[in-house]
């Protein structure tokens, strides 16, 4: 089944949450795998479902004069630092062999092509076998609490061990939505992030059993994506919890 792959666009926090979350609740059109890159308006971050709001604020970073981008994400994990990361989303319809297989085993496999797409250009990255235990800080981790300071098992690692790619992912009876981020200091100043957004989402096709293809943008409902961003940014949805 070939892989749709979306055009780049760059917006906020909670639009971005709202996106994801419409191309595997409601995607109008063909049913296929769908992957989309995407930018951000500002400094951002975004945070775990399930993450407890003072534990993520006391987390974040002090900026002077600039505000900060926060939402929450539909599916789980720690906080994110996306001012320097490369964000993707990876949606699997319902029925597909990825979507049905074994958590741990689906995060292998996207990364896996991760790995391989950084190998390709020389970055001397692997998959973790284990979860570094919590506290294990690596001395480059970008900010204390932030989820690229302990790898987890199946996350792409440096070879210094250092964490380059993680992800978070959500079941539903629609498919399987994966937010994924990849660390650009971690894997390195000599990967081409052009090369990269075309090698990638090949390789990942490939393993998915087919080949990448540009797909236009889904035309959702009148204000559908603009309703669901207005809900992320709202305090009721992020302090939650």
Partial sequence: MDLSVLPVRTAGAAE????????????????AP?????????????FGYGQKIA?????????DEVRLDLCRRPTGGGL?????????ALVIPRG???????ATESYRIVHACIVAALQAQGVRARLATEARPEGALHPSAPHAGVCFENPELHDVIAADGRKIAGAAQKRT???????GSIWRP??????????????????????LGGTAQPAGWPEFAE???????????????????
């Avoid at 769908?34 to 975004?46: D, V």
């Avoid at 971690?186 to 393993?207: H, I, N, S």
């Avoid at 204000?223 to 919890?241: C, K, S």
């Fill in 16 to 31: 971005h949450m709202a996106v994801d979350f419409l191309l595997l609740r409601r995607w109008p059109g063909p049913v």
């Fill in 34 to 46: 769908r992957f989309r890159h995407y930018e951000w308006r500002g400094p951002a971050f975004t």
């Fill in 55 to 63: 534990a993520v604020r006391a987390k974040l970073p002090v900026l």
């Fill in 80 to 88: 994110v630092d996306h001012r320097e990361d490369w964000t993707y």
């Fill in 96 to 102: 597909h062999p990825l979507e049905e297989t074994r």
């Fill in 173 to 179: 009876k629609q498919g399987l939505l994966f937010q």
């Fill in 186 to 207: 971690a894997a390195g100043a000599a990967v081409d992030w052009e090369r990269f957004e075309a090698d990638w989402p090949a390789l990942l096709a490939k393993e």
């Fill in 223 to 241: 204000d559908e994506v603009e309703g669901l961003a207005d809900q992320y940014a709202t305090p009721e949805w992020t302090e939650a919890r």
